[in-house]
């Protein structure tokens, strides 16, 4: 089953050609901005049952196709990790694939903390800094109010000294790769857009290694720790 949809409230998801592309997708308890751009989405959609997606996510993967000339084709997918990884690990989590963007999110308890995603080049190491990255990004944010000032911080401090805080990777790699990958320790999830969406043309939203039985929001209603 592919899943194409038409989304109000999508964070989407930029690859530059030549250049570093960082797209921050950040939520204080406010929805992001309505977009028409983006017609394809990689990961679940806010209310879904995860079990559902799961099985959507195994089902997009079925196939061998090929292009008119015989090459195999290339997806986008999103792999989703069974628990947060730091980035240091992700070369290995992709198995060779290239990663083109890697989701960051603090996890803590009963506190909203912004799921940061940044769009990386070619090679290991802007995966590697992703963290750093995101936790850039975070730093530049203006915030309404002292809870949200709080958690930023936090959140800054913890993706700079290396956290396990990463959810999830977008990757691009052929159907056969992509399987492959599913099946490998630490993947709980990998769900493939058909071979003609277009980069920048669809939006990501991370399944989270929290989410169990229904996809919704964190509660915020907890103490923010200090670091």
């Not at 997806?75 to 694939?97: I, K, R």
């Not at 996890?107 to 912004?114: A, I, K, M, N, Y």
Request: hydrophobic share 45%; aromatic share 4%.
């Amino acid at each position: 089953m592919q899943r194409r949809a038409s989304l109000r409230n999508p964070v989407i998801f930029g690859i530059a050609a030549i250049a570093v592309a960082i797209l921050l997708v950040i939520a204080f308890r406010e929805p992001p901005p309505a977009s028409a751009v983006a017609t394809d989405r990689l990961g679940p959609a806010p209310g879904e049952q995860v079990e559902r997606y799961l099985l959507d996510a195994r089902a997009s993967l079925d196939g061998g196709d090929t292009d008119q000339r015989g090459d195999t084709d290339q997806h986008w997918a999103l792999v989703s990790f069974t628990e947060y990884v730091t980035p240091q690990q992700l070369p290995a989590m992709a198995d060779g694939l290239r990663i083109s963007g890697v989701v960051q999110h603090v996890p803590l308890d009963r506190v909203q903390t912004p799921v940061i995603t940044v769009a990386t080049p070619a090679g290991d190491e802007p995966a590697v800094k992703s963290g750093e990255a995101a936790a850039g990004l975070v730093a530049a944010q203006q915030f309404r109010d002292a809870r949200s000032a709080a958690i930023a911080h936090v959140t800054e401090s913890r993706l700079r000294a290396g956290c396990a805080c990463t959810a999830g990777i977008v990757v691009r790699g052929t159907l056969p790769q992509l399987r492959d990958l599913a099946n490998r320790p630490g993947v709980r999830a990998v769900q493939a857009l058909p071979a003609d969406a277009i980069a920048g043309r669809f939006a990501v939203s991370p399944l989270l290694p929290g989410s169990s039985d229904t996809v919704t929001p964190e509660p915020d209603d907890g103490p923010v720790p200090p670091e």
